[in-house]
């Protein structure tokens, strides 16, 4: 199956975007990136010691650019944003005119059980925070997705097969 335009994978930590963004790039025979491995190669340093060293500010900013960087690549891709990419306007407007935007929509609870390694991610310690958080952020996933799918029992290839469809 051929893209006409990269594939965004937005949603809450914990949703799967990187395994389905995985799975449907191996489907279609193209390749993916998951954007906080990309921007830790970038960088240098984890995605941890960013938020330790500069706090959130600094991580968006060095996010914003990666994205910028990513969604202006020529070679169709498959992408898989951190969970936050949705907070600033400006990377909105890039990911709405840079492809077709998937929101994986993921419970807290199912998410905090798929996380094995919570140190690595900085907003997603204290399981209350993270539900005032998931609230938040759910009109923004769904103000920029093209098209939104429920993971709850769902199998990465069952999602992955789901989004071909909506391509
Ligand atoms: C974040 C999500 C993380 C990572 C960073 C911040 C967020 O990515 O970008 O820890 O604000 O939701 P994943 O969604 O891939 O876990």
Known sequence: MQLA???FFVGFMGAGKTSVARRLARTCGISSVDMDTYLERR?????KEIFAEGGEDAFRAIETDVLRELSSKEEPL????????VLREENREILAESGFVVHLQVTVHEAASR?????SRPLFQDID?????????????????DVEIDTAGKSVPRIAREVQRAL
Do not use: F, N
């Not at 960088?43 to 995605?47: A, M, Y």
């Not at 498959?78 to 990419?85: D, H, K, L, N, T």
């Not at 996380?115 to 140190?119: A, C, G, V, Y």
């Open 78 to 85: 498959v992408i898989s944003c951190g969970g936050g990419v």
């Open 115 to 119: 996380i094995s390694d919570k140190s």
């Open 129 to 145: 925070a993270a539900r005032k958080r998931c609230l938040e952020r759910a009109p923004l996933y769904s103000g920029v997705a």
């Open 5 to 7: 335009c990269p594939v």
């Open 43 to 47: 960088e240098g340093k984890r995605v």
